[in-house]
């Protein structure tokens, strides 16, 4: 199992509880992405999609998404773009 944890806009993978959640799921054998999306005026939807692709081939039917704030709506895109279905969503 494999968890992609979406941060929040204008957020860092260092932010909040993302580093910890992370952390937390390692220890228990739990491969973790916590990517660094676009921040600022680089901050869009196709910008946002373009680092998603970038870590696409990690996605399974084993990988859970967790979206905060901004990043549960990229979840809810992303999970209807794929072909493919993943274990769940948070």
């Known amino acids: 199992m494999n968890v992609i944890i979406f941060h929040a806009h204008n ?6 509880w993302y580093g910890w959640l ?7 054998g739990v491969g973790v992405i916590v990517p660094v999306f676009p921040l ?3 901050q869009n939807p196709k910008s946002w999609f373009d680092k998603f692709d970038s870590i696409k081939e990690y ?3 084993d990988t ?3 979206g905060h704030s901004l ?3 990229m979840v809810l895109s992303v ?3 794929l ?8």
């Open 64 to 66: 859970i998404f967790l």
């Open 59 to 61: 996605v399974n039917r």
């Open 40 to 42: 600022g005026e680089d």
């Open 11 to 16: 957020d860092t993978p260092e932010s909040h």
């Open 71 to 73: 990043g549960a709506a």
């Open 79 to 81: 999970l209807s773009s």
């Open 22 to 28: 992370k952390q937390k799921l390692e220890d228990l």
């Open 83 to 90: 072909d493919t279905p993943v274990k769940g969503s948070i």
